[in-house]
């Protein structure tokens, strides 16, 4: 079993859940879950059906009991209550960026952060984005970043695409200093391109923007976190439409 998580982490046809909350998503938005294991079966169910009773029968359906001391190899880091290797959904990322609905799409720009990624994804998910798309090395679905987004990356496409297709949608700079956003001006179906921590937006997606636009800040402040610009942007888009 330790075997089987520590080859997991690596294949790109999986993803390793750890922690109560990113399984429980994982589940409500019908991951096919391979494996878990958790060390104390009787202190997960009572989590479950006291946070998310809809679960809880299905929880209890596919988790196995593991000795206390294996289970700390399997998730060396942090506290998690349970572990399971699930299979990645057929994402759709990159026709999510060309053709679809109304909602926007997130595209995040090289970001190095798996924190940040997953806090962007959690957030997305939460204000009913298309999908997420990440140019860069930092792979949407490495556990960091599934802790990170609790588990959300399966709710809506996630994933890496080499750049952004010829065909997208329109593209809207999401980049501090730019004119303040006014959500109405969003056109439908838009990517919203977001930038690295440290360099912010790169020149390809530059040259290619239809509109910039900025979050209005106080003097003296350069830009705020990703996740959180990601997290104003979408719920002023959310808040806007209703
Ligand atoms: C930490 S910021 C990058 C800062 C970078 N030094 C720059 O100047 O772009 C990461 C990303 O969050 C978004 N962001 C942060 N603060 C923003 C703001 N006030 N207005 C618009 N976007 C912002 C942008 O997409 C930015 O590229």
Redesign the pocket.
Known sequence: VVERFARSRHDPSLAVIEGFHALKHALRFGAEVLEAVAPDLGALDRLARELAPDVAGRLAEVVAPVDAGLFRRLVPRGSAEVAAIARRPEAGVSEALVSGGPAPAVLL?S?RHPSNVGAAIRVAAAAGARAVAVTGDQDPWHPAAIRGAAGLQFALPVGLVPALPASARPLV??????PA?DPRMLPDGAVL?????????GEELRGRADLS?????RDG??????A???A??LYAWRLGRA
């Open positions: 720009d970001p700079l999401i980049d501090p200093g730019r956003l391109a977001f930038g690295s921590e440290r360099r912010g937006l636009v900025g979050l209005p800040m402040v350069s830009s705020i976190n990703l959180a610009a990601v104003a942007v």
